[in-house]
């Protein structure tokens, strides 16, 4: 089974804070992924990784950066929090080309006071 | 981002009753994927399609991929407490090297006891 785990299930931090969200898939996928869901928005993309030290914008990258240093490894950075970017924060990996099946990890549920 | 159509938004239904939910777009899609997400929890992948007309059931769950490609259906027969959630239909368009889902905007299903 494909696993993908996240570093907290919940966090609180201050505005300003400079945040680390952390991803790690087992099942040596290439591609990764960072959404965030709000109440009546949905998912949406942040950034995603196709590789190692690759990564590209998603839909809303605004206030994000990510690092992908390893290939099981994906992390999400708020360089510095605001209260806007209270969220669930989803990761997911998947294989290239074909299956596009995206695992989902549980999630991190991220309050920025 | 775009987001596809997803209805109905909620159900509220009886124990033992049979549940359907559809999900459209105005644009082809080439993969169509179901998950089903329970609070606090990230999604989970019920039911991957690949081809127009294709049936794949999962148990209790049937998802079909319209003729159209634009278009999906998810039934749930004889409901079950455990089923309550969100469920979201995700599609893959047709670009090659895409590895990016769209995702439908969920509908929330609850059993009334």
């Known amino acids: 089974d494909v696993k993908v785990t996240q570093s907290s299930r919940y966090l609180v931090k201050r505005t300003g804070e400079k945040v680390f969200l952390e991803c790690v898939q087992d099942?040596?996928?290439?591609?990764m992924f960072w959404y965030r869901q709000d109440p009546g928005l949905g998912l949406r993309l942040i950034y995603f990784?196709?590789?190692?030290?690759?990564?590209e914008k998603g839909d809303i990258p605004e206030g994000y950066s990510v690092s992908r240093e390893k290939k099981e490894r994906f992390s999400l950075i708020l360089e510095s929090a605001s209260t806007n970017q209270t969220s669930m924060y989803l990761c997911?990996?998947?294989?290239?080309?074909?299956?596009?099946?995206?695992?989902f990890g549980p999630g991190t549920r991220l309050t920025v006071t | 981002g775009q987001q596809l159509n997803q209805s109905p938004q909620s159900m509220f239904i009886q124990e033992g009753e049979d549940v359907s939910m559809n999900c459209t777009s105005s644009s082809i899609f080439n993969t169509w994927l179901w998950y089903k997400q329970e609070p606090g929890e990230g999604p989970v992948l019920l039911i991957a399609l690949y081809k127009a007309g294709e049936l794949t059931s999962n148990g209790r769950l049937t998802a079909q991929f319209g003729i159209t490609r634009k278009d999906s259906f998810l039934n749930i027969s004889a409901s079950i407490p455990s089923d309550v959630g969100i469920y979201f239909c995700?599609?893959?368009?047709?670009?090659?090297?895409?590895?990016?889902?769209?995702f439908g905007t969920g509908t929330r299903l609850t059993i009334i006891p």
């Open positions: 997911a990996s998947s294989s290239p080309g074909g299956a596009y099946e995206q695992y």
């Open positions: 990784s196709y590789d190692v030290k690759m990564k």
């Open positions: 099942m040596d996928h290439e591609n």
């Open positions: 995700a599609g893959q368009q047709m670009n090659f090297g895409n590895e990016k889902l769209t």
